[in-house]
């Protein structure tokens, strides 16, 4: 047993643990992985909702979308406290970090319907990728792709990634340029249409 409506599970690196969101009762079960004699040996208090995760590459920090509170949780692993949130402008619907450690990709966005007056209805949505920098949540590069997005993912060892977007009816591909060198500011995104 784990938290309340455990809705995502993730391996450490080193398979020695499993990290579990727990929805309802906003926090991550980090779960000792023992075959059969598996339990909970920690848990971590986040934002409100918690859902997808991802570990640096170090395997010293996991990162918590907080649905809800429309940021990411940064939580150090050895302490198991979450140590600060990195705020988005939207909702998030998916994020990954970058083959680096030193960027989050997040894609974001939000959509609302009208009805009324009479027969009418009217429907609207705004959407966008964004690299942000790990350090101090600063935005490095931006495309809007004017969708919200439902996951993320990326192909691994890459800096290919996609997310699909139900309101879009599709999927959106796109290609990371990060910096080409330690302290080098430029980042870019490319969409793969």
Excluded: K
């Excluded at 302490?79 to 997040?106: H, K, S």
């Excluded at 490095?140 to 009816?169: E, H, K, W």
């Amino acid at each position: 047993p784990v938290g309340t409506f455990p809705v995502r599970a993730l391996f450490s690196d080193d398979d020695a643990e499993i990290y579990v969101t727990n929805r309802d009762s906003d926090q991550v079960s980090i779960v000792a992985n023992q075959g059969g004699a598996s339990s909970v040996t920690g848990t971590v208090f986040v934002g409100d909702y918690p859902f997808e995760m991802e570990v640096s590459p170090d395997g010293q920090t996991l990162y918590v979308l907080n649905f809800n509170d429309d940021t990411i949780g940064v939580v150090d692993l050895a302490t198991e406290v979450m140590t600060r949130t990195i705020p988005r402008p939207d909702r998030c619907g998916g994020f990954r970090l970058d083959e680096t450690g030193q960027f989050i990709l997040a894609a974001t966005g939000n959509s609302s319907v009208a009805i009324g007056p009479g027969p009418r209805v009217s429907f609207s949505a705004s959407g966008e990728l964004t690299a942000i920098f790990e350090g101090d949540g600063s935005q490095a590069a931006q495309v809007d792709v004017g969708v919200p997005a439902s996951m993320m993912t990326s192909l691994s060892g890459t800096s290919i990634g996609a997310f699909p977007s139900p309101l879009g009816d599709g999927v959106f591909f796109f290609d990371f340029d990060g910096p080409l060198a330690a302290g080098d500011g430029g980042a870019a995104l490319h969409p793969m249409l």
